[in-house]
C-alpha cells in the first residue's frame, strides 16, 4: 500500500503530482461550521484507505478565511490517513448564500446520476476475477448481489417462491396465484359472467 507521508520531493506510484504552491497544510484549513452533510465514520475510513492507496486528485475548495466549502469529508479522512498536506483552490469574493449552496450541491449533485447496470456487472466480475478488493468500489454486500444477479426475461417473475400454494387459477390463461384480486369474487365466475355478456343477444319476434 502507498505510503501516506511521501517526502516533500517524491509521490508515490499512481498518485498526482501536486505543485507545491497547490498544497496547504490540513491544519491551516477550517471545517465549515454550517456543512449540513453528514460523514459516517465507515465512509471516512473507507475514504482514508482510498486516500493511502492513490493518492489526493480532487482539491478542496476553501473560502477566503479558509473554511471548507467543497471537500469536508476529504479533509476528515486526510487527518485519519495521516496526511498533513492536501491540494486546494481558493474562491474568494462569494456571497454566504453561494457558500451554502456550495455546500449542499457538492454533495446533493452527485447523487442525481445513476448507474449502467449491465456495465457494472460487467465491471464487477471482472474486478472480482481478478481478485481485486471490492470494498474499494463503496458498495455494500447487497448492492453487489444486487449487481451481479442477472435479470430474467421481461414479464418474467423471479424463480424462488413458485412452489408456493395457489387458490385461484385463469381459466382462460392457466394463470394461478394465491389471492384473489378483489375479495367476493370468483375468476371463474367473472370470466364466465363476461363470456356471456360478449355473446349477441337474440332479438324477439
Known amino acids: 500500500m502507498a505510503r501516506a507521508k511521501p517526502k516533500a520531493d517524491e509521490v508515490p506510484v499512481g498518485w498526482a503530482r501536486w505543485p507545491q504552491d497547490q498544497m496547504?497544510?490540513?491544519?491551516?484549513?477550517?471545517?465549515?461550521?454550517?456543512?449540513?452533510k453528514t460523514h459516517p465514520p465507515?465512509?471516512?475510513?473507507?475514504l482514508a484507505e482510498l486516500l493511502k492507496k492513490f493518492g489526493p486528485d480532487q482539491p478542496i475548495v476553501l473560502d477566503e478565511d479558509d473554511y471548507i466549502l467543497k471537500g469536508n469529508g476529504r479533509h476528515e479522512a486526510a487527518a485519519l490517513a495521516g496526511i498533513?498536506?492536501?491540494?486546494?483552490?481558493?474562491?474568494?469574493?462569494?456571497?454566504e448564500a453561494d457558500k451554502v449552496a456550495l455546500l449542499i450541491s457538492d454533495?446533493?449533485?452527485p447523487l442525481l446520476g445513476g448507474w449502467d447496470k449491465e456495465l457494472v456487472r460487467g465491471h464487477i466480475g471482472?474486478?472480482?476475477?481478478?481478485?481485486?478488493?471490492l470494498r474499494f468500489l463503496g458498495f455494500g454486500?447487497?448492492?453487489?448481489?444486487?449487481?451481479?444477479?442477472?435479470?430474467?426475461?421481461?414479464?418474467?417473475?423471479?424463480t424462488?417462491?413458485?412452489?408456493?400454494?395457489?387458490k385461484f387459477c385463469c381459466p382462460r390463461c392457466q394463470y394461478k396465484w394465491s389471492g384473489n384480486p378483489k375479495a367476493g369474487e370468483d375468476p371463474e365466475e367473472v370470466a364466465e359472467a363476461k363470456k356471456t355478456a360478449a355473446k349477441p343477444r337474440r332479438k324477439k319476434s
Open 24 to 36: 496547504r497544510p490540513l491544519a491551516q484549513m477550517r471545517r465549515h461550521p454550517k456543512n449540513p
Open 42 to 46: 465507515a465512509q471516512i475510513a473507507l
Open 84 to 95: 498533513e498536506a492536501f491540494p486546494f483552490v481558493r474562491r474568494s469574493g462569494l456571497s
Open 107 to 109: 454533495n446533493q449533485v
Open 126 to 133: 471482472s474486478l472480482r476475477a481478478s481478485g481485486y478488493e
Open 141 to 158: 454486500d447487497t448492492q453487489l448481489v444486487q449487481f451481479e444477479t442477472l435479470p430474467g426475461p421481461p414479464g418474467s417473475f423471479p
Open 160 to 166: 424462488f417462491g413458485e412452489n408456493i400454494d395457489t
